[in-house]
């Protein structure tokens, strides 16, 4: 019996430590668990959903927010845009009103001036014309001026009438010697006394001085005459009046016009050279071309800009050549260069095919000779074959 008693302890011992051996292992995995392994937190998931959420409508909100500003900025450069334009066409309206008023105040100006031109016309209020053509002439040229009386330009009575009737007023300009009441100066007179059709200006003649007579033709015919345009024509080229009344008269509603062949010729540095300029550095590196500008042959301008250049005359530069000296005199102001080919034209056959196809030209003359060659022997035969007709200026509309 004591036996059995012993084995039965002994299994009883071995079952309590099975047991307290299980408890401890479950113990010992509990405390692994919950140290490496957490059961998920509901309120931590509800936390992350709207984490997401609120992120999703930052996304939004900031990509409607950068819509709206690209929109606003849209709206604010089309507004800069509109005001630039309106700026814009204030200053061409204030620039207009300007010169408008220049216009008017210089009338008296001009008339009270001590540089008013040597004729008695001066003395009375200014005339209203269509256009003043300006013959450019010299001391020398009476017989380019006869041939011209024989050809296109109007004598005596005829002058007269087309001045009061058509508004189109044209006189051979001049101005005097260096020596006061030399004989130069008194065949001019004698030949004015004749046939009435001289502009006397107060300028000294010599062929390197042409854009400084440029500059007082302009500045004494504003004076005298208040004319929708003023031409320059040189005493060698032929002119058709009928056409160039005409041609005006299409760009009469335009305001600061500049009318005329244009061109960009290079700018000639060596010395040697018939149309050196000797400020060509002006012009940028050798081998640069002009600004465009209109041939110097002929050409016309609006009574804004001749106005223009009647006030600013002792401040306008002058380069060597005289169309040059022109072209930069409107180069910073809003101008309207019209391109007009017809005004160009050349010497027969040229002038003689264009007329017959229904074309006639304003003006015609050779570019060999800046002129037409020989102009005292050949501007009949021009005439005669490029002319318009005598009675076209008469019927021209204006």
């Not at 007009?340 to 003006?363: F, H, I, S």
Request: neutral net charge; charged residues 25%.
């Amino acid at each position: 019996m004591k036996g059995k008693g012993g084995a039965m302890d002994r299994r009883s011992s071995a079952r309590w430590r099975v047991l307290v051996l299980c408890a401890f292992c479950f113990g010992l995995g509990m405390l692994f668990t919950d140290r490496f392994w957490t059961a998920p937190d509901t309120s931590n998931h509800i936390t992350s959903q709207r984490r997401r959420q609120d992120h999703e409508l930052q996304l939004v909100s900031e990509d409607c927010n950068t819509k709206r500003k690209h929109g606003e900025d849209k709206d604010i450069m089309g507004e800069v845009t509109k005001t630039h334009e309106a700026i814009q066409s204030l200053d061409k309206s204030i620039s207009t009103l300007q010169m408008e008023l220049a216009a008017k105040r210089s009338t008296l100006e001009l008339l009270r001036s001590s540089g008013s031109p040597v004729t008695s016309e001066t003395s009375q209020p200014r005339k209203k014309a269509f256009v003043v053509v300006g013959v450019n002439t010299a001391f020398s040229s009476r017989k380019r001026r006869d041939s011209v009386r024989e050809t296109w330009m109007p004598q005596g009575e005829k002058l007269q009438q087309l001045e009061e009737q058509k508004g189109i007023v044209i006189r051979f300009t001049i101005g005097h010697s260096a020596t006061s009441n030399s004989i130069l100066d008194k065949a001019i007179d004698s030949e004015d006394a004749q046939h009435h059709d001289f502009l006397r200006l107060d300028h000294v003649e010599g062929y390197h001085e042409l854009s400084a007579k440029t500059k007082i033709f302009f500045s004494t015919a504003v004076g005298i005459w208040d004319a929708d345009f003023y031409v320059k024509v040189d005493d060698d080229v032929h002119v058709n009046l009928g056409m160039l009344a005409t041609t005006l008269a299409r760009h009469k509603s335009k305001p600061r016009t500049y009318i005329g062949c244009m061109k960009s010729g290079p700018v000639l540095a060596d010395k040697n050279v018939k149309y050196h300029e000797p400020e060509y550095w002006k012009f940028g590196e050798e081998g640069n071309k002009y600004f465009r500008h209109a041939t110097g042959q002929i050409y016309a301008i609006s009574k804004d800009l001749a106005t223009y250049i009647s006030i600013n005359q002792p401040i306008l530069h002058k380069y060597a050549n005289e169309d040059v000296s022109l072209g930069s005199w409107f180069i910073g102001l809003e101008v309207n260069h019209i391109d007009e080919r017809n005004m160009c034209c050349g010497t027969p056959p040229d002038c003689e095919w264009k007329g017959q196809a229904g074309n006639v030209c304003v003006a015609s003359f050779d570019w060999s000779c800046s002129g037409i060659c020989k102009s005292v022997e050949r501007i009949k035969d021009v005439h005669a074959r490029c002319g318009e007709g005598d009675s076209a200026v008469w019927s021209a509309l204006i």
